[in-house]
């Protein structure tokens, strides 16, 4: 079983920053593929970004390339999502997830751990 606790989420302008983290507990880190997702109001869940579990090979929807970086810190148990230059369409729950293995997906349903959500409200 794994536990995933996401943090730093707030309220911020456009054009601001936050860097989000999830914290991870209850088995070995480092075999996982970790993914952010984030759920606007009314909306479905979708993809945001994921990370090999060696941290080399990343992903991003095509929205925040260039404004969001995924990181993971293995011996903290620790993945982070900073997110630059944000956008009112930013606003959302943002989500961490884990998936065995070492395939990264984009898909909602090949990942087996969620986290509680952390709300992201950008303003104009």
């Known amino acids: 079983q794994v536990q995933l606790v996401e943090s730093g989420g707030g309220l911020v302008q456009a054009g601001g920053s936050l860097r989000l983290s999830c914290a991870a507990s209850?088995?070995?880190?480092?075999?996982?593929?970790m993914g952010w997702f984030r759920q606007a109001a009314g909306k479905e869940r979708e993809f945001v970004a994921a990370?090999?579990?060696?941290?080399?090979?990343?992903y991003y929807t095509d929205s925040v390339k260039g404004r969001f970086t995924i990181s993971r810190d293995n011996a903290k148990n620790t993945m982070y999502l900073q997110m630059n230059s944000l956008k009112p369409e930013d606003t959302a729950v943002y989500y961490c997830?884990?998936?065995?293995?070492?395939?990264?997906?984009?898909?909602?349903?090949?990942?087996?751990?969620w986290g509680q959500g952390t709300q992201v409200t950008v303003s104009s």
């Open positions: 990370i090999k579990w060696s941290g080399g090979t990343t």
């Open positions: 209850g088995r070995t880190f480092s075999s996982f593929v």
């Open positions: 997830a884990a998936r065995e293995g070492r395939i990264a997906s984009k898909l909602l349903n090949e990942y087996n751990y």
